[in-house]
């Protein structure tokens, strides 16, 4: 067994990582999809990461959970939960952890539940795996959590197939079994893709509850800049394997430093002032983890590469505000009004 931290404090973060690094075995030679990503989870916190398909937000936080394949990935780094540093823990023992006090809302609903079992019957067989607790009464509790994440008649969807469902009514019914055990941790990946924005709310709604009532910790991993301005603390912002800014909500949405991110946020539409003709888009495609450009990363696609992007850039660091780009401080605010207006650069 791996010892735990000694002495955790209660008012440490719950969850900290530190230089994760992900490589995938090739018919060549490995390819690292995640490079050095640092972050701590606060008890209570709900911390967003954001970035375009291919940055690397699923596969971080899958490495953490260990649901990798160890024959292809090599993992390196420190991942500590609670106290005890879960990356080195045998599998048995990660499963005790997982759904109980990690869980995970998948991406992909169409593909996360068992086709040949009831949506109940999974429901009940995860919490009957943690708590002590009856047939009886972990069903009356699966019908219950169906009922809270928006389902209709959950009394009688309790016993359909995943193929009788659709695509955002099983989306709902992975979000009760994640939610089952009243997880210290909830990783919730592209929770609310699927559904539509009546039912949306009523999920982000139970995402608060849930860290109102039991105090959970949420990482929500997103597309939508609005769920992040409505429901996180702080934010990750990724970019090719790596976490190019980082910082509280209000940093990242009132006062961005990196180019990428203001890119981000430029792809929103405006809700005040004439509409645009056309949303802006960041011009090109992510680089793959096999041919990530020397130097910075983004720099193939960014409108103010200089010369010094060629090299690896330096980490700017401030009141817990981060970012990873040449790009000096006293330029940051003339350079961002040309991408997203003068409102924020005055930030």
């Not at 440490?12 to 060549?28: C, E, N, Y």
Request: with cysteine.
């Amino acid at each position: 067994m791996i010892p735990p931290v000694a002495n955790p404090d209660p008012t440490d973060p719950i969850l900290r990582v530190g230089g994760l690094t992900v490589s995938f075995a090739t018919d060549r030679d490995p390819v690292t999809a995640i490079r050095d990503v640092s972050f701590d989870v606060n008890p209570g916190e709900i911390l967003s990461i954001v970035g375009e398909s291919g940055s690397g937000k699923t596969v971080s936080l899958l490495s953490i959970l260990g649901l990798t394949d160890p024959r292809t990935t090599t993992t390196s780094g420190s991942v500590i939960f609670k106290g005890k540093r879960i990356l080195e823990l045998p599998d048995r023992e990660m499963r005790r952890i997982r759904g109980r006090e990690i869980a995970l809302i998948s991406q992909d609903p169409m593909t996360a539940l068992t086709p040949v079992y009831t949506i109940g019957m999974q429901i009940a067989e995860q919490i009957r795996a943690h708590q002590s607790i009856s047939r009886r009464g972990a069903r009356k509790r699966a019908v219950e959590l169906l009922g809270e994440v928006g389902l209709p008649n959950p009394s009688e969807m309790v016993d359909r197939f995943p193929h009788q469902l659709s695509g955002g009514m099983r989306q709902r019914a992975v979000i009760a079994m994640a939610l089952s055990c009243n997880p210290a941790l909830l990783v919730a990946d592209e929770p609310t893709t699927a559904l539509d924005v009546t039912v949306q709310a009523q999920v982000l709604d139970l995402l608060r509850r849930l860290r109102k009532d039991f105090g959970s910790s949420i990482i929500l991993i997103t597309h939508d800049m609005g769920v992040v301005g409505e429901m996180a603390d702080r934010v990750l912002v990724m970019y090719a394997g790596r976490v190019v800014e980082s910082g509280t909500a209000e940093q990242i949405f009132d006062d961005p430093w990196h180019p990428y991110t203001w890119g981000l946020l430029a792809s929103i539409p405006p809700l005040r002032g004439p509409r645009p003709e056309r949303l802006a888009s960041i011009s090109g495609t992510p680089p793959t983890p096999a041919n990530l450009p020397p130097g910075c990363a983004f720099a193939p696609r960014c409108r103010f590469r200089f010369e010094p992007c060629s090299n690896p850039p330096p980490r700017y660091k401030d009141d817990g505000h981060t970012a990873l780009c040449f790009i000096p401080p006293e330029d940051r605010p003339r350079l961002r009004a040309t991408v997203l207006g003068g409102e924020r650069s005055a930030a």
